[in-house]
């Protein structure tokens, strides 16, 4: 299963990385118990489907967006209100009720990653950085084969990268990264531009849009999407350039629920990154984009639970 701010995935995955019987259910707009409740409903409905069709479930992987505690399994997810301290594994256990299934939880941003190197564009690396790019923005990463979590699964949390040289209060949030170049940043970015261009007419002006009507609006050669994606590709080209001089990876894979059209941009954004790289790791570093698209974190949850099953049988 994988939780985005969104909407909740969910499917079977093999051993071999074949996804079946998948499903889709929105949780815009809830909060606290209703998300809790999709994600109960959703595994007795999976398991309804298991049971028909004489399916074995060994485990159960959910990619969730934030932090999770590794002791008690509970949930910190800023983008879903009364996620603080969520006991998500808590309620999972009340659902699986007298079912002995394993169930194993991680932050979205080591789940993107390790789906990418199970079944995607990271195969066969040993230090990579999934740079995802959604309604937040953060990064998975891989050192020496060891997934990087930091004292508190916090390691990866760059929407908090400092990258304008001036501090605002209204980093404190989300921070600054991700208040400007995250889907919810594009949206930010081009609205101010927006109050402070009297002569602007554009079609963003006065109507809802998000980061898609963004990039869209850019394909017109709109004059504010202009600048928001220019913008925008600077921040990305900056901060992969920091990940490369800190990290030194054989690859960064960006991806996420908006990256999608930003794709058209990776050479803009090497271009960006090679002004401010360490010049050595620059010239040894691939950036590509994820090849598992938006099922990232359900193929990462998925290689979770196999393993994690196999580990519960011994």
Known sequence: MDLGGTKLSAGFLND??????RQLNLVSNKKGKEVGMVISSKIITMLDIAEKENLEVDAIGICVPGIVNAKTMRVWAPNIPGWEDYPLLDEIKVVLGNHRIPVVIDNDRACYLTGELWKGAA?????????????GIGAGIISNNNIIRGNNDIAGSIGWMGIKE????????SGCFEYYASGE??????????AVESSYNGELKGVQFNARDIFQAYERKDQVALIVIKKAISFWGIATANLI??????KIIFGGGVFGPGSTFLNEI???????AQPISMTHVHIVSAQLGNDAGLFGA?????K????SQA
């Open 166 to 173: 001036t501090f605002d209060d209204k980093y404190r949030k």
């Open 308 to 311: 994690f099953g196999k580990s």
């Open 302 to 306: 998925g290689f979770l639970a196999t």
């Open 270 to 276: 090497e271009n960006e990154a090679r002004k401010w």
């Open 16 to 21: 071999d990385g074949n996804l079946s019987k």
């Open 185 to 194: 940043g594009l949206v930010n970015l081009t609205k101010e531009i927006i």
């Open 123 to 135: 195969i066969g690396c040993h230090d990579a950085i999934f740079l995802a790019i959604g309604t």
């Open 245 to 250: 001089s800190i990290f030194n990876p054989e």
